[in-house]
């Protein structure tokens, strides 16, 4: 059986492409890699910021960041940034889960939060057939920060 682990690699860089690197003594590489690991998926977007705002990594492609998609708290639908934003500001952490059509065969999930140890806040959202809840993604998240030394 032939590992995937080449696929994922390559599927990291092509995701990176043009986009914001990594913080400061982060490798943007093995960043890439751990995302792609614990959540990755076509439909993800994962965003890295500091606390008083701005964007300094990105994972997932611009199209994927800039679709909205239902909040799953009873607001408005929104974007990855619009989410980090929020937390930047202070917000509340957040894992929500809800489905993003109405058969509900589809579902999207948010999650964000502080950087474990680190003066960084981040936002993610998956959306798909099989999407985990935003919890899940969270602790998979978590772990991931982690092993990419952040």
């Known amino acids: 059986m032939r590992s995937r682990a080449p696929l994922g690699a390559l599927a990291a860089l092509v995701l990176a492409a043009c986009s914001p690197g990594a913080p400061t003594g982060v490798s943007k590489t093995a960043l890439d890699t751990a995302v792609n690991d614990a959540i990755g998926d076509p439909n993800t977007c994962v965003l890295v910021g500091n606390t008083g705002g701005g964007v300094i990594y990105q994972y997932g492609t611009h199209e994927v960041c800039g679709t909205s998609w239902p909040s799953c708290q009873g607001g408005s639908a929104g974007t990855v940034a619009n989410l980090l934003e929020q937390v930047a500001k202070g917000g509340a952490p957040v894992t929500a889960s809800c489905p993003s059509n109405t058969d509900s065969s589809r579902g999207v ?29 969270a602790e998979k998240l978590k772990a991931a920060f982690k092993k990419a030394g952040l």
């Open 109 to 137: 999930a948010w999650s964000a939060g502080p950087v474990e140890g680190h003066a960084f806040v981040y936002a993610a959202r998956m959306e798909g057939p099989a999407t985990p809840p935003g919890r899940v993604i």
